[in-house]
């Protein structure tokens, strides 16, 4: 059985001051969660958010980091930085830091293999903009993507990657893919870990959906058989939101 991962990523969002308000309130909502909780903060927020889920189930995740130990990488952080500041979950691939930063496949694959070796785990993002959608690409570019991520990431590796299908048009756009698309598409995720990995691999990898999923739509999503869990971006940043979505995942 995979243990359902519900993930917030607050973006550029909330200060110190107001992520200590945000997290103090989920901390009793989400407390007996039967899924894994994870908040993926700016890395300003850390220390506060560190502080008030210390003996919590609420994990703490960054939301990108750089493949290089040290170095002349200015604004970049490392992945010994955030394991110090309490940090175990890392987001990496998010379409917005592919769209707006220059992120690419090769990239990606590089803060993988980064983030892994240094003990985090990683959520790794996948998707397709509308107009791959719309010329009938989904799948092979979904695939292709996954593939380069995870080059030369070994099979005992991979049990630290979480990989989140978010369709770039259904994030934060109030458009969210339908419960039976998100399942095709994290079926097709799946059946490519299959083929690198084997079986064991692919039936044991969590995959979540990921692009405007909310309170009210959380419960049908999760509910489909390949959809392990959700990445929540806007619902993530009200606590009785997100308490929703980790109580559906928790019964889906
Ligand atoms: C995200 O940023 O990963 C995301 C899914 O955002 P939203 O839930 O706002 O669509």
């Not at 903060?41 to 609420?58: C, L, M, Q, R």
């Not at 049908?220 to 109580?247: N, W």
Request: hydrophobic share 45%; glycine share 10%; proline share 3%.
């Amino acid at each position: 059985m995979r243990k359902p991962i519900i993930a917030g990523n607050w973006k550029m969002n909330k200060t110190p001051s107001e992520a200590r308000e945000l997290v103090s309130a989920l901390v009793p909502l989400v407390k007996d969660a039967a899924c894994d909780v994870v908040v993926c903060t700016p890395a300003v927020d850390f220390a506060a958010v560190s502080e008030v889920i210390k003996g919590t189930n609420i994990k703490l995740g960054a939301e990108n980091m750089h493949w290089k130990e040290s170095g002349a990488y200015t604004g970049e952080l490392s992945a010994a930085m955030l394991k110090e500041s309490g940090v175990e979950y890392v987001i990496l691939g998010h379409s917005e830091r592919r769209q707006y930063f220059g992120e690419t496949d090769v990239t990606v694959n590089k803060r993988v293999k980064a983030a892994l070796a240094a003990g985090l785990k990683v959520i790794l993002c996948v998707g397709e903009m509308l107009a791959d959608r719309e010329n009938g690409v989904t799948d092979e570019l979904v695939a292709l993507q996954t593939k380069i991520a995870l080059k030369d990431v070994s099979a005992g590796e991979l049990k630290n990657v979480i990989i989140a299908y978010e369709p770039v048009w259904a994030i934060g756009t109030g458009k969210t893919a339908t419960a039976e698309q998100a399942n095709e598409v994290c079926a097709v995720i799946r059946s490519t870990i299959k083929a690198l990995y084997g079986a064991e691999a692919a039936e044991g990898i969590t995959i979540q959906y990921g692009g405007s999923m909310n309170a009210k739509n959380a419960a049908e999503l999760l509910a489909q058989p390949d959809v392990d869990g959700g990445l929540i971006g806007g619902a993530s940043l009200k606590a009785p939101d997100f308490a929703v979505i980790v109580d559906a995942a928790t019964k889906g």
